[in-house]
């Protein structure tokens, strides 16, 4: 498939209605997470669809919790219409499968390893594997339980590629234009290491977000990505 660029809508609702506006047409996915669906909820969804001109909604919700009550959060997302919802592996493979089962046309990526973790992390988590070991043991239980896509650090996709095959969505977020902005993000990279490692969907939000010229931006990475 074509990369998608997929553009993170981390501020607040007027800023969102004035750049979902000016993007109307271009070929672009909208997240939309706690900023946004919390105190909005559903009619957020309507609203960045209608006025993106049908554009695919990512919710990323990152949805946590035992089999059952992530199995009736699916349902509803699924309900929604939306084109992506998210879901962390580390709920376990019964937790996966229970939201495979009733995602419909919605395409479930399943988080790893935030990329705002490091090392630090797994040994706070108290596990002996090493990065690339313990993404692959969640990346697996994720493909395995029914995802259809994976969320992972540029760093990550050509070693996930390789060891799981082509066969799904890899969302990459931690997209910087230059190489030096980092922000709390730890595993950077910009749209052309994305994309040559393997990336299906990049994820971008403050680059573009607090951009003078947002859409310039966008239209930047759009030419990147072939568009
Ligand atoms: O502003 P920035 O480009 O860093 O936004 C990245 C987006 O990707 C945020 O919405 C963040 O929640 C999301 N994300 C991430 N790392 C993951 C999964 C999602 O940064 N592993």
Do not use: W
Not at 22 to 30: C, H, R
Not at 44 to 72: A, C, M, Q, W, Y
Not at 145 to 167: N, Y
């Amino acid at each position: 498939m074509q990369p998608k660029l997929c553009l993170a809508l981390d501020t607040g609702l007027q800023k969102v209605r004035d750049l979902v506006r000016a993007l109307k047409g271009y070929p672009l996915v909208y997240k939309i997470g706690y900023r946004l669906f919390l105190p909005f909820g559903p009619s957020v969804v309507d609203e960045i669809k209608e006025i993106s001109g049908n554009g695919e909604i990512f919710l990323d919700l990152k949805l946590h919790d035992i089999p059952n009550t992530v199995r009736n959060g699916v349902k509803e997302a699924s309900n929604l219409g939306v084109n992506y919802l998210t879901l962390h592996t580390l709920g376990g493979i019964e937790m996966v499968k229970a939201a495979s089962e009733v995602k419909g046309d919605t395409k479930l990526l399943g988080v790893t390893l935030l990329t705002s973790h490091g090392s630090d992390y797994l040994e706070f988590i108290g596990t002996n594997l090493g990065k690339e070991e313990f993404v692959l043991r969640l990346a697996k239980a994720a493909l395995e339980g029914g995802c259809d896509g994976l969320v992972c650090s540029a760093h990550e996709v050509e070693f996930l590629k390789r060891e799981l095959g082509k066969d799904f969505i890899a969302v990459v977020p931690g997209i910087r234009l230059k190489k030096n902005i980092n922000d709390d993000q730890k595993r950077v990279a910009t749209p052309e290491e994305a994309l040559d490692r393997g990336a299906d969907m990049l994820v971008v939000g403050r680059p573009i977000l607090n951009a003078e010229k947002p859409i310039k931006v966008v239209e930047e990475i759009l030419k990147i990505m072939g568009y």
